[in-house]
């Protein structure tokens, strides 16, 4: 069976300070991982995945994530955060072979002015 | 593109009463989901389908049904809803299954309330 835990419910930040949303999986074999964000009232929206080759992982905003196999994590990083980056974030884990995402229970993020 | 639309954005349901959540896409996406979201659990995953005619259970399917007549749309049942049903619900699609090569693209939601 697959799961994924994201540790933290809530992460404040300083606008301009760097960004860690922290995401750890568990899967038989070897993972794909995404992570979501979700605004206010809106649907999940993609941030980037991990599928195989290079465990830095760019993607949308700005944002990047680090694949390590041998602690089971996945965080998702940000340099510099944004007041826009305040949200909610989901990690997702799917073993390959299986048709069906896991979801994390959600990080939600602040970033104050 | 629509993208991944869903009907209707609200609702109030009483106990035992019954309802349909639409959702349709435009992108020709063989795969599509429902999923529930509650506070501090994440998305869960009701039923999914994997191409035009199939369903398939998720992980929390009791209370729900589904149907994929057509490819573009997929219809989520409750035929006697229950106080526990209060959610949102999100509906999602991809070409291929979850993960891989292709992306789950999401809707925008549906809050349903039952009272």
């Known amino acids: 069976a697959q799961s994924v835990a994201q540790p933290e419910d809530q992460v404040n930040v300083a606008e301009g300070n760097p960004l860690t949303v922290k995401c750890t999986y568990s899967v038989s074999g070897n993972p794909y991982l995404f992570w979501y964000v979700q605004y206010p009232n809106r649907g999940l929206q993609f941030l980037l995945k991990y599928i195989t080759g290079d465990n830095l992982v760019k993607g949308s905003y700005g944002f990047e994530a680090e694949f390590n196999k041998s602690q089971t994590s996945f965080h998702l990083k940000k340099p510099s955060a944004l007041v826009s980056d305040s949200a909610l974030y989901f990690c997702a884990v799917r073993e390959r072979g299986d048709y069906k995402l896991s979801f994390g229970a959600g990080t939600t993020v602040t970033v104050r002015a | 593109n629509a993208g991944v639309t869903q009907t209707p954005k609200f609702r109030v349901l009483k106990t035992g009463q019954s309802m349909t959540l639409l959702c349709a896409q435009d992108?020709?996406?063989?795969?599509m989901y429902w999923y529930r979201q509650d506070p501090g659990m994440g998305l869960r995953l009701i039923h999914y389908s994997v191409g035009e005619g199939t369903t398939a259970k998720g992980e929390v399917p009791d209370g729900y049904n589904v149907s994929r007549l057509k490819k573009q749309n997929f219809l989520l049942g409750l035929e006697s809803a229950a106080p526990s049903q209060t959610s949102v619900y999100f509906c999602?699609?991809?070409?291929?299954?979850?993960?891989?090569?292709?992306?789950?693209?999401f809707g925008p939601g549906t809050r349903l309330t039952v009272l």
């Open positions: 992108m020709n996406h063989e795969y």
């Open positions: 999602a699609s991809s070409y291929g299954p979850a993960g891989g090569e292709d992306t789950q693209y």
